[in-house]
C-alpha cells in the first residue's frame, strides 16, 4: 500500500509540473482569443488549458504555447486526434486549440 502511494504521489507531482509549464489564461489572451471568436469566454480557456494538461501530458511532454506559431497549433492538435489516436472530443480539441493559439498570441 505504501509502494501504491508513493507512485500516485510521484505521478501526481510530475503532472502537476508539467501543467506549470503552460500560464493560466489571463484577460489579455481572452482578448485574443475574441478576435477570432466573440463568445469565447475564459472558462472556455480554463477548460482548454485543463485539458491539455489532463490529456496530453499522459503521452508527451507538453509545450509551451509560444513554441509554435498561433496559427500551426490547430494543425497539431487535428494531426494528435487523426494520426496520434489522442481520444479528444471535439469539444476538448476545440477548447485546447482556443487555450493554445491565444496564449501564443499573447506576449509576456
Known amino acids: 500500500m505504501t509502494k501504491l502511494f508513493s507512485i500516485t504521489f510521484v505521478a501526481l ?24 471568436e466573440p463568445d469565447v469566454t475564459m472558462a472556455d480557456l ?29 494543425g497539431i492538435v487535428e494531426e494528435m486526434r487523426t494520426v496520434h489516436k489522442a481520444k479528444l472530443t471535439d ?8 487555450y493554445l493559439t491565444s496564449a501564443s498570441r499573447v506576449s509576456g
Not at 91 to 98: C, G, P, S
Request: charge should be positive; hydrophobic fraction near 35%.
Open 13 to 36: 507531482g510530475l503532472l502537476s509540473a508539467c501543467g506549470s509549464a503552460v500560464p493560466a489564461p489571463s484577460s489579455a489572451q481572452l482578448t485574443a482569443a475574441r478576435e477570432g
Open 46 to 74: 480554463e477548460r482548454g488549458r485543463s485539458t491539455y494538461v489532463a490529456r496530453c501530458a499522459t503521452c508527451h511532454a507538453l509545450q509551451e504555447p509560444k513554441a509554435k506559431p498561433a496559427d500551426k497549433w490547430p
Open 91 to 98: 469539444d476538448e480539441a476545440r477548447d485546447v486549440v482556443r
